[in-house]
Structures are given as C-alpha cells and as structure tokens.
Nanobody, 121 residues
Framework: QVQLVESGGGLVEPGGSLRLSCAASGNIISSETMGWYRQAPGKQRALVAQISRGGSTNYADSVAGRFTISRDSAKDTVYLQMNSLKLEDTAVYYC???????????????WGQGTQVTVSS
C-alpha cells in the first residue's frame, strides 16, 4: 500500500511564503509524475503544478511565476514553494502522484489527505 503525506500548510499574510512537502511511502518501485492540486470552498479541485520524473514542470496560469514545484525522486518527495501569496490562494492543497507499486503491482494514481493553506491579514 502507498500513502502520500503532506505537510507545511498554515496561516500566512498576503505577500508571504509557505513551503509544502509531500512524501510518498509504502511499497514503491518508482514515483512518476507528481503534483499539487487545490480546492477552495465552493470550487472544484484544480491543478496547481506538476513535475515529471525527468523534471519537466507545468503550472496553472494563476500561480506561474510565484510558485515553484520541485522533487527529490530518491525520497519520493515533492515540494511546492509558494511565494507572494494572495488571498485567492486560500484552499486545501492536495498532493497527487503516479506511483509504481510492488504490492499490489502496478502503476496507480494516489492522493494525499490535504493540507490547509490560509492567506489572510
């Protein structure tokens, strides 16, 4: 079984910074594309950023230039550095990853439990 555990959420003032981390654990052969999604109250969950195993990145237009996604493939961990945070960045942030698992064997998509990010003055 594979689990994704997020950390690093919290309360920050507008213009501030936070760094989210997501560590995958379990029967992992390799982690493939990893990313972050967010869901604000009353809205659908939406992609924030993704990073491939090779390091290619993709960002939502609303965060490009402010957020940076990175990964440590040896640790099956993905990070999201969030700078210049705005009120509209307030949401629950979810980690997502495609992971090859040895038990049960196969490639499967996994979600973390979510971490709250609140931007407020």
């Amino acid at each position: 079984q594979v689990q994704l555990v997020e950390s690093g959420g919290g309360l920050v003032e507008p213009g501030g910074s936070l760094r989210l981390s997501c560590a995958a654990s379990g029967n992992i052969i390799s982690s493939e594309t990893m990313g972050w999604y967010r869901q604000a109250p009353g809205k659908q969950r939406a992609l924030v950023a993704q990073i491939s195993r090779g390091g290619s990145t993709n960002y939502a237009d609303s965060v490009a230039g402010r957020f940076t996604i990175s990964r440590d493939s040896a640790k099956d961990t993905v990070y999201l550095q969030m700078n210049s945070l705005k009120l509209e960045d307030t949401a629950v942030y979810y980690c997502n990853a495609d992971i090859w698992s040895s038990s049960p064997y196969g490639l499967k998509n996994y979600w973390g439990q979510g971490t709250q990010v609140t931007v407020s003055s």
